[in-house]
């Protein structure tokens, strides 16, 4: 950490600071530039608050030098971390999600589940608890969501993937391969902390309006409580632009790739929140090296109970899943 | 809600669509322009999936009419609530609540809690529970701090506010007055469900990016299990600007004065994230009619354990206080 | 356009704002709903100021039924438009620009021309004005720019195109084949209806913060003048995220191909700022089925006199070069 | 200026790094961290390129020590500027600017001019080159409406102000008090260029999307160029939310007090979009302690040409006036 002086500071006001600095354990580098003088913090700066230094009278402005993360961070684990769901391998090669937005019934979650399979997805998706803005609105067939997804997963053998609101449905999902924690609920930290302790990989959803550093603070939450099977997910962030529902980022693949060993999985259903715009997105993402992408899929988009706008046919989706793979060919 | 059908759509599938939507219950009004036809659909189009229709091939666009929140509007409820908090009425005169950010020690938030009081502050707030970016932060007291501030409460009579991160500890709340729901948990919707049945206010803080009918949306959450008591936060929302931490949206107050009867609240010491910025925006949010002012006061900034940055000192906070109220005066 | 009114208003303000309309050369179709009176506008609404309409006591919300442009608009020119530049056809197939962001010598600039010619690009590019955040920055060679970009033309055959930033500047740019318009001048209306009077291609680049609607309203004021030849350019928009510049938006591609019949390029050099980011952009805005791609190319990133971070070295051009193509047979 | 290398880097890449910074004219401080190395730069760094230098392969992050700016900076200039506007100090006690949008008849603009001075204002403001999204929208009355806004002068001795889109124009200007340069031509670099040498004060508003760092540096521009007469207005800034037209962002206030010694002026017209948001917002920026108040205020807003929606009728505006001199007269 780094700590840059007012010009014209007193040397006394100067000693104080670093007196106080020390008595917080920490050593202080004294570097006397022209106009500026720069403190360089040594030690455990984790739990120095920068923004009161910075606060100070004298404090200039407070740089951090490391990365806030650990666990996550490539430094410490350079290479990639490749996380098994029941045999399929997310981290090497392309991993293909797919399913309707949420479970209506059983003819539909399976009808759905071969046809994606038969595509070539590699994971069904499906949620049985819907978070919605409105109280209103339908809000997922909760438990007997999930029966109907272990259905689909016995009858196909594709592993599944579904979001959990609260730990105290945890007992629920014991069939489930991968939980789920959608974009609202990233820095729900109480739940981020219980995920620490479960023994299933969990798909983290970056916050509408979450930056990538925040992002890989909630899954060094998950982490620091020794579940380390953490895959990250794009979705689209909150911006001006009103075309689409969000602005999927894609810059975040080459982005994490420097800084984390976790996979990355991009959703251009949500982001975009249109069907037409998915397979241009989903494409976009496979040449941007992405390691999975998650596509809503309905087999009768017009009577879906949630979401149906975004969702492809399943026809469209094996033709999308065709040029991907094919993309995927050329840029690995 | 309205169906804007794009120009030179054939009768055919316009009257198949109609068929459609009656199928759903829905009256339908249809209006001939010049160049387009639009539909009024009539009944509860609570439940139709707005975006859905507008995928359709032959829909330009699709417009709701009426808002999608009922309770805590003001067309349902045209006075504007006053929500008691043992005696204090919020939503009458100006609510001050002043506090440290944490709980920190006994004589901490009892020294506080004295001098925010004879300042002439109504509510006294601290954190006991924190919800913090890094896993390796300071995470509060947790229950040794609701201890904390029960004895500070005893000691000075003002009510008590301090948030809540998981219903699993209701039962440590007992004594607390308010409910404050973090802007991290604004659409933690397992937990606005659950704080419908909870005898007590709610003070549910804006998201960093949720927009005000979001907001109103979470509210409507909370109201629709039984709870009506809800007080409105305002504490920045996150823009391209980082001269500040967030940028406090003041409007805020206005708009929610015509759209709901619900009392807001602005927290300046959150959305700036530096002390000497706080004075001037608690003055324009009372010079702008809002209910109540949340600010932050310590008693030893440089040492406190979290966020002493944005904090103020007591004989700061107490000057405050004082032109708050010569302005609250100037505006009613 | 269409009007909704407030619940319960009364037959005598409805039938004086219906007059008002009337008055303003307005037809107007009433539909009564169960709860609300919806009116329709027929006529030229363009002139309608919606924000005052629906800033009176008696309207609860106005929508605009067209879309405000028309001669960019894909309903009126439904035929993708293929903008001929010197012989190269941008709109058909892939164009692929790319050049340093300032031209510095001769020696530099005739140097990465022909290397960019051998790498396959069609295009050269190369700042001569340069708008700089800072007036102490260097701010390009101006006049002496342009003469060293017609001497690599003259060399390479590669058109060539430059920023215009003042139509004083006009006499400057016989030479050069396509005006660059920055996204800073986006909506510097003076500019953009000089441009309408050139009989040259115009580059529009979008503002940081500017919409995808105001972005084709710019293209408008060009095309209204009389020049037809725009090429629409996403370069990234402003959002809270830092770990890129900015954030590229690529869904602007299929959105456009909706909206517009005008050609697109991508520039991924100045949206993410740093060259590691370059190609898996690219890629992705290939696979989303851009019509182009503006690269910066520098031989000597590191003494290079502007943004020589996002700047690629002519073989790693040429490898994502090669890629593009591969990735364009596949989504064509 | 500060690089900080990454852990591990070699001595020999260290040298390699120090050895090119020195032959940049630079002087460096090497200070070993427990894990970092940190540089420190001495000299002239305005021209170092950080991102560049940040690109490096051993370079981890690189700080800027000293604002960009500097004839702007409050480090260089400690006392507040005044600015005099024909008789009016801008920059002590409170200066009211009011007056329509545009100017559209002799009859409105005196009418006005006249209602806005019997309530108290200082300045009289009203469009005669308007910039509009569309260019089918009425963009003003131009030459004509310049004359209108002199006769309203002479009528009632209150300076004008009025908006310059282009610098051709300037001959116009002549009886002209302070010249407007609006939001979208914020970094419209040439034409602040062309400001530096004009003996007139200039209105600088803050584009939509622009820091207000950059608001600083476009400041800078015209100053750079001899016309320090620089007065600030924010008039809202591009967030997500949607309730405003854009998000007022009065924290500028005291954010800038402390970085420079310009006036700044508050818009709330602009920023809110509709009238009944317009007085709070006013009083909030009194309340703030901005330099000054910038309304819009039309006879008709019902029939005005552009903008009525935010308009005030000229008894709300008096009334406004008053409440803002009593605010003003509290806070100072």
């Known amino acids: 950490m780094i700590c840059i002086l007012k010009p014209g500071v007193t040397k006394d006001k100067q000693e104080q600071l670093i007196k106080w600095l020390k008595s917080q354990n920490l050593g202080v580098h004294i570097s006397e530039g022209e106009t500026h003088c720069v403190l360089g913090l ?3 700066t984790s739990k120095v608050d920068g923004d009161l230094l910075e606060s100070l009278e004298i404090v200039e402005a407070v740089r951090r030098v490391s990365e806030p993360y650990k666990t996550c961070s490539r430094q410490f684990h350079p290479d990639k971390s490749v996380i098994d769901v029941s045999g399929v391998r997310v981290g090497e090669g392309l991993t293909v999600i797919a399913g309707p937005c949420s479970v209506e019934s059983e003819e539909q979650i399976i009808t759905v589940a071969k046809e994606i399979k038969k595509a070539g997805a590699d994971i069904l998706r499906g949620g049985a608890f819907k978070p919605r803005t409105s109280p209103y609105s339908f809000q997922g067939l909760k438990g007997e969501g999930l029966k109907l997804l272990s259905l689909a997963k016995k009858e196909t053998g594709l592993p599944i993937v579904t979001e ?18 959608g974009a609202r609920n990233m820095q729900n930290y109480e ?37 380390e099977r953490v895959i990250l997910c794009e979705r689209g962030i909150r911006t001006f632009e009103r075309a689409t529902r969000n602005t999927l980022d894609l810059s975040i693949i080459p982005v994490l790739r420097e800084k984390t060993h976790l996979p990355i999985i991009i959703d251009p259903s949500h982001a975009t929140g249109k069907a037409n715009l998915v397979p241009p997105m989903a494409l976009a993402a496979v040449a941007a090296g992405t390691d999975g992408v998650m596509v809503e899929v309905h087999n009768d988009p017009l009577h879906a109970l949630c979401d149906g706008a975004q969702s492809l046919k399943p026809e469209q989706f094996a033709d999308l899943a065709r040029r991907m793979m094919i993309i995927r060919e050329v840029v690995s």
């Open 191 to 227: 739940l981020l902390k219980e995920l620490g302790h479960v023994d299933k990989p969990i798909l983290l959803k970056r916050g509408l309006a979450n930056t990538i550093e925040e992002l890989l603070m909630s899954a060094e939450y998950i982490m620091a409580g020794g579940n």
């Open 42 to 44: 040594i030690g455990d």
């Open 164 to 181: 959990l609101m609260d730990i105290d449905h945890i007992d629920l999902f014991d069939d489930v391969d991968i939980i789920q924690i």
